[in-house]
Structures are given as structure tokens and as C-alpha cells.
Nanobody
């Protein structure tokens, strides 16, 4: 059974860092595009970053580029999101999601992803 489980969220002060993990079972991460998304209260879910299945190509939304880094550990079947220089506006529930297919690109639209984790809360506040 295909499953994604996020962890690593929590409360952090502005300027701090967190590393989110997306542990995958039922498939291998290098055969799927994996995306990170977030949803703040009252807002739509938005794509934050993604990594393609082939080549490990990455994409970032403009608001996090230079602060967040997505990476993949094939041996651990896990995808990470390193978040640095966090801001209050980064506060949201963060989700990882998987899109099957071996491609050289990935999408930041939630509609392109078929499988979702349950989410992990990130709060950036002093």
C-alpha cells in the first residue's frame, strides 16, 4: 500500500530552521515526482517545492527560493525539505505528495499529485 508520512514540523522562531521529512512506503521515491505543499488557515494549498523522478531536478515557489532546499535519499526512501530563515508567513500545514511516472520534470500544482500524506504543522512565531 502506497503511503507518505511527514514529520519534523514544530514551533520555531523567525530566522530559525526546520527539516521536514517525507517517508515513503509502497513505492520508491526515484520512480515518482515528490512535491511539498503547504496550506495556511483560510488559504488555498500551494506548491512549495518538488523534485523530479529522473535526474532529481528541483523547483521552488518564488517565496521560498534560496531559503528552502528539497532533497531525496533513495536508500532511505525519504524526501526532505530543509527550511532556513523561516518567516511567520511560512506558518502552515506542510504536506508531501507523490505523482507516479518517470519524468525529467515536476509540477507545483496540487492537481498533478495523486497520493498525499497527512501533513505536519509548522508554526513560525516569536
Amino acid at each position: 500500500q502506497l503511503q507518505l508520512v511527514e514529520s519534523g514540523g514544530g514551533l520555531v522562531q523567525p530566522g530559525g530552521s526546520l527539516r521536514l521529512s517525507c517517508a515513503v512506503s509502497g513505492f520508491t521515491v526515484d520512480n515518482y515526482a515528490i512535491g511539498w505543499f503547504r496550506q495556511a488557515p483560510g488559504k488555498e494549498r500551494e506548491g512549495v517545492s518538488c523534485i523530479s523522478s529522473r535526474g532529481g531536478r528541483t523547483r521552488y515557489v518564488d517565496s521560498v527560493r534560496g531559503r528552502f532546499t528539497i532533497s531525496r535519499d533513495n536508500a532511505k526512501n525519504t524526501v526532505y525539505l530543509q527550511m532556513n530563515s523561516l518567516k511567520p508567513e511560512d506558518t502552515a500545514v506542510y504536506y508531501c505528495a507523490a505523482n507516479p511516472g518517470s519524468t525529467w520534470s515536476c509540477a507545483l500544482s496540487p492537481r498533478d499529485y495523486h497520493y498525499w500524506g497527512q501533513g505536519t504543522q509548522v508554526v513560525v512565531s516569536s
